[in-house]
């Protein structure tokens, strides 16, 4: 999907980086909903010889799309800050109610994934931030696909609040890596943590 050894090489470029959030170096991989967020970040964190993957959906609830940063901060950046092991609860989407628990441990380089992962109350913490290059409709449009028509009024109300949001707390502008959405492909390598908190357009 990426060049050869793209994500080896980018693991280590993480790894190399100076911890970001406590011992952690946190990274974000964020983009419109349906980009490939997921696919990525799991592959990346399989690179990084099993990173823990923190899923915002986890923490997001149909009521609250992108009220979660309370939730993000208490339960992951808070203990993992400490050195400690995380515990967040886990939002389940049908019953809709926080149903269990998932443990972060406080590795070396840790994922968020997510709409939102680099939103501007995280980017302190942030060792680094990836954006997913994929347009908002053909994301939309593949995800749409991906869950079926019964679930055309949620996206069409989560399209909504992800366009209000990025107006107002964008996050491309503070990528670092850019990646293609629809072909894994990593477009920009150069992680350097000292722009993460860049003007945005000085890229």
């Not at 799309?65 to 989407?93: C, I, K, M, N």
């Not at 996206?155 to 890596?177: G, K, M, N, T, V």
Request: proline residues 7%; glycine residues 10%.
């Amino acid at each position: 999907m990426d060049h050869p050894d793209g994500l080896a090489a980018l693991a280590d470029q993480l790894g190399a980086l100076p911890p970001s959030c406590g011992p952690v170096r946190l990274v974000a991989v964020d983009g419109h909903a349906g980009s490939g967020k997921t696919t990525f970040a799991d592959r990346l964190a399989r690179a990084l010889g099993g990173a823990p993957v923190v899923h915002l959906d986890d923490l997001a609830t149909h009521e609250e799309l992108f009220e979660w940063t309370g939730r993000l901060r208490a339960q992951v950046l808070e203990p993992l800050a400490r050195g400690e092991r995380a515990s967040h609860q886990v939002y389940d989407w049908v019953s809709r109610r926080f149903a269990g628990a998932r443990e972060v441990a406080p590795a070396p380089v840790v994922l968020v994934e997510g709409v939102g992962a680099g939103r501007r109350a995280v980017r302190p913490l942030l060792a680094a931030l990836i954006w997913m290059e994929l347009p908002a409709e053909a994301a939309r449009a593949r995800g749409e696909l991906r869950d079926g028509p019964e679930l055309a009024a949620f996206w069409e109300r989560w399209s909504a609040a992800e366009a209000a949001h990025f107006a107002q707390d964008p996050s491309r502008p503070y990528a670092q890596l850019l990646v293609d959405g629809r072909t894994g492909r990593i477009t920009r390598t150069a992680v350097r943590r000292e722009v993460v908190d860049q003007v945005p357009g000085s890229n």
